[in-house]
């Protein structure tokens, strides 16, 4: 494990940023799992997310800060400033994993951001606005099926109403849930309003291969897609495999095959390079291989940092799968999950992270996030940045997700340093 790492901060003097508790608490956190190393799982409200919600106030509160959390779940951090009643600066990310994920996805903007903190005040630094960090509640789809669940509610894209109707495979509500997590209150009580923060940045890593490959230190977000999914429901007719000809079936399974290569094929025409199309969940009934398949449920991701080109392509796929349907004798019912506008980060925020990476001799370059993540969201609240640095091969939600001790210390330094100087403003 690096035990030191030598960053050349604004003033040009060499600073040593000690990893080891950092990386020593990643690797902590990773033993907070449902499944045994290195696969990390830790589903919203599971006994695992609960115990590593109470590891991290732990954390918190011995480093002197004050915690609180929202009735949904999002937990604050905050240290407070010389004048409170200014707008914060924040930032933050997530730590609930989906199933057989890895260790950083998320997990490096929570605790890197506690680390930057941590490293701001034992240097002495008075902060004149607030920092809260944020632990975001359901950034993964697992639990409800719907991403950023925390940030959409303090953003009010998803209403209170919306978010009390969410069961999850067991059927249990987002109420019951929450309530029993300690998590009580009025949820319309999460929203935030405009400009309750002066500024948010969230260290991730990039989830892709780009920073890796091109060896350099730093990615600077200045976009983020706009993404969409939808759930299909289609309904055929069942039979026994060997007494229905073909040409009297309606096959549901098959309507779905045609579907699926539908969202490639218009993901593929699109005219724009960003466009990303998913068929990433098929159920088949009744699941026999001698019985013709009478009904299929489907998700489908689809995105675009460009809105337009994706609703273009939205629309095809539309008038694809009813035509499909229609030729095939298949009822369907199409249900949006999401439908987002992409985020334009502030260039202010995007020009001070810049500086800050060029200040500290590290190489940076401006990029475009196309995994969302919950600066989406919290892009309708205040202006926002994110930090990218690179990771393994660009793989994530996988065991074998990595970034180095290295890569995560740089990308704390630059935060560290934006967090300095937004704080004192």
Same mark, same amino acid.
């Given at each position: ?30 033993t ?13 409200f ?7 919600? =109470?590891?991290l ?15 949904a /779940? ?26 057989n994920?890895g ?15 941590? =490293?701001?005040?034992?240097? @002495? ?24 669940? /925390? ?10 109403d ?25 949820? @319309? ?25 091109? %060896? ?19 309904? @055929? ?20 095959? %045609? ?33 013709i398949?009478c009904?299929?449920?489907m998700?489908?991701?689809?995105r675009?940092? %460009? ?10 796929? @539309?008038?694809g ?63 926002v ?25 740089? /990308? ?14």
């Amino acid at each position: 494990m690096l035990e030191l790492a030598r960053i050349l901060p604004l003033d040009g003097s060499v600073t040593t940023i000690v990893p080891s508790r950092l990386d020593r608490e990643i690797d902590d956190l990773a033993t907070i799992s449902a499944h045994p190393a290195p696969a990390v799982t830790r589903v919203l409200f599971s006994p695992e997310d609960l115990a590593a919600r =109470q590891w991290l106030t732990g954390l918190a509160k011995d480093a002197g800060f004050h915690v609180r959390a929202d009735p949904a /779940g999002n937990l604050f951090i905050r240290w407070e400033g010389s004048e409170p009643c200014l707008p914060s600066i924040a930032t933050g990310s997530h730590i609930d994993a989906i199933p057989n994920a890895g260790k950083y996805d998320g997990v490096v903007g929570v605790l890197g951001g506690l680390e930057a903190m941590r =490293q701001l005040k034992e240097a @002495g630094h008075v902060p004149k606005r607030s920092i809260e960090l944020i632990l975001f509640t359901a950034e993964e789809p697992t639990r409800f099926g719907i991403g950023c669940l /925390g940030s959409r509610l303090m953003a009010g894209t998803t209403s209170p109403d919306e978010a009390r109707a969410l069961r999850d495979a067991e059927g249990r509500s987002l109420d019951e849930l929450r309530e029993a997590a300690g998590c009580r209150g009025d949820l @319309g009580a999460v929203k935030l309003s405009t400009g309750a923060y002066q500024a948010f940045i969230e260290l991730h890593i990039e989830q892709g291969p780009l920073l890796e490959s091109e %060896e350099i230190d730093i990615g600077v977000v200045e976009k983020i897609a706009a993404p969409s999914a939808f759930r299909l429901l289609l309904k @055929g007719s069942g039979g026994h495999a060997g007494a229905v000809l073909m040409k009297d079936r309606c096959d549901a399974f098959l309507a779905a095959a %045609e579907i699926a290569l539908l969202v490639e094929k218009a993901a593929l025409e699109s005219g724009s390079p960003d466009t990303v199309g998913t068929t990433g969940l098929v159920e088949v009934r009744p699941g026999a291989i001698n019985s013709i398949p009478c009904d299929v449920k489907m998700e489908v991701d689809f995105r675009d940092t %460009e809105r337009e080109a994706r609703d273009k392509a939205l629309a095809r796929i @539309g008038d694809g799968t009813h035509a499909i349907c229609k030729r095939r004798g298949i009822e369907i019912d199409w249900q949006v999950i999401n439908q987002d506008p992409p985020a334009l980060c502030d260039p202010s925020l995007v020009a001070l992270v810049e500086s800050k990476a060029a200040a500290a001799g590290l190489s940076h370059r401006r990029m475009i996030s196309r995994a969302y993540h919950d600066s989406l969201f919290m892009a309708r609240v205040c202006p926002v940045t994110m930090i990218f640095i690179p990771c393994f091969k660009g793989y994530s939600h996988r065991p074998d997700e990595f970034s180095s001790p290295e890569a995560i210390a740089k /990308g704390v330094a630059v935060l560290k340093a934006c967090l300095e100087e937004l704080s004192a403003r």
